[in-house]
């Protein structure tokens, strides 16, 4: 078993907030990520599939087909555009990179399993200092 | 003479569009980067100012003062917000990386005279692909 | 369950040896790392807890909150010292990688139990070159 | 159980192709990376194994045995080389970096083994976007 | 006057030797970089020109017309390449890093001249020791 | 012309205060800098120097000779090293990133001066946050 990871990047506007909730409220739970007029990052993304390589091309799968799965169903998407308002699967959630993580998960998995390897790890990077990764539930 | 390079950062939303053109034109001028609805990047700026080493001390300017003028000055006025709204000293300026580094040149080049010492360069690292230096006119 | 991460930094002053054997002793086995006057690193430390995401907010816990434990009980009591003589939770160890690891993770723990997430991993760079990764035992 | 990581570098050409494949073939497979004069990569390799700190030394190993280790067993072998002609755990096997981690993975573990600890990861990072992880079968 | 910086990368094989001179002589000279069946790199191209920037849009130039151009003209033709056999600006000449930065920055003054900017610096990065910049003669 | 840059590192412990002021005094002007159990740095150390590429080899000079330089008065003496005691290049000097830029510029010129190339710049990166450029006076 190889662990096989393809980096890719956005650039995106989110707000962190409830609308059920006041500005005050909003800005205590969430800080200044709760900023009505939106603030943006450099997002990271890595994407980690398993399987055996393929003894003809030593590839687990051609990192191509994962870069476009990736650039198709996610970047083009959510590259450029904002997070609360712009993507579909995003629709009524949090922009918080936990659920951008999971909601990537969701959207690439089914095309990796049609490549005969196993999503393993959806890392997303907001900032030098903060990041997460989701395995799957 | 030595050089003195203090790094901060910021992340911040912005939109390139000139609101006397129709969304067709800002399209075809700034591409993605005129999305309507707002993008954003991590800002990586690089504050570089010069002088002659304090023989007292061995610094030609203690370095924290240098990060507070930039803090003050500009972090907090820009750190998760929207650069097209929210930022006092961009009103009225298209937020590309030339304007953000000329803007924030004028913003703390007065109180670093006032600290016996030349701003040199604003450097604005917009992605880990683009930047601009603004070494003042 | 998803896993965040949170970086924070140190600088600090070291020297690996034991006080039972003589230099040359301590020399043969820790080589420069025991130069008796000190040397010191730039130590990144990378913090990664699990949990699941609380559906009101979508975050595992309020990395705001994890800063604060790291900064509190590792950073102010280790940031610009020396690792051998001023850091209480370092005391009579001697201050590798993999003991910085394990001491850092026995002095977060609790505050971490106490958010209702799991520690996870406590990741210890010494230089581009060097780390370690302890996941409790 | 600590995990300790040491990061070499080498400096290497490729390409990747079969033989027996006409160079269309080869092309429609492995694209640009079949160019019949080669191209080449800074490759990053990360090496980590596992075990418990020693009580006398606070190591899990001294990092410096498993860099010469990787250095005489890999780097050495393999930097500034041709991975398809010069190097001998490299013969007959296509040079992705699945087959170079695992090839590489081999070369070490007996010695490692013989250190006493266990080797837990082969790491191989060929671009910034593109890498590979080994753990053994 | 603001300093706009693209950055590009590639993936190339070469060798450094000159035909005239034994294998012995190369290797005296050049050391492991003249390994007859080549070695590669991840290079790293930084691509500066300076300009005033346009009032109407904020741009020096659209960056986007400075990453098409260096594209067009050096990474179609050097990426996943032999610069000894397969580049023509590299033709007979010795594939150090400073004569490929001398090369680029002839390939493509040219073009930007004719966006009205100036061309500035041609930096590239052969490993993350070594690196030359050339700002024309 | 062309410049070339070399990157060296070293880890070093030190303080800064002056021996002639009290602790509170030194914590005034020097703040967490003046512990006195000292702290210690990773530093990055680059080296520019210019000069016309020898038509021979493509070199301006060899950047190993350059590294020799470097590594034999500098490295050998400042690695692992306590700048404040250990280092006679840093005798008597509080050792600002300013003033260790300026004492490694004073160690190299000559001998970089013998190869027929200029001494252009010395960097010394004391964190991500803080560095320092000196070009001689």
Known sequence: MVYLTRRERFNAAH????????????????GKCSNPNWHGHNY??????????????????NIKQLS???????????DH??????VDFMH???PTSENIAIAIWN?????IKNLNADLHCVKVIETENNSVEYYGN
């Open 15 to 30: 707000r962190l907030f409830k609308k059920e909730w006041s500005d005050e409220k909003n800005f205590e739970v969430f």
């Open 44 to 61: 990271t993304l890595f994407v980690t599939i398993k399987g055996e390589p393929n003894p003809e091309t030593g590839f687990v799968i």
């Open 107 to 111: 959207e690439i998995e089914p095309d």
């Open 81 to 86: 555009k904002n997070l609360n308002i712009d």
């Open 68 to 78: 476009k799965i990736v650039k198709e169903k996610v970047i083009e998407k959510i």
């Open 92 to 94: 009524a959630k949090i």
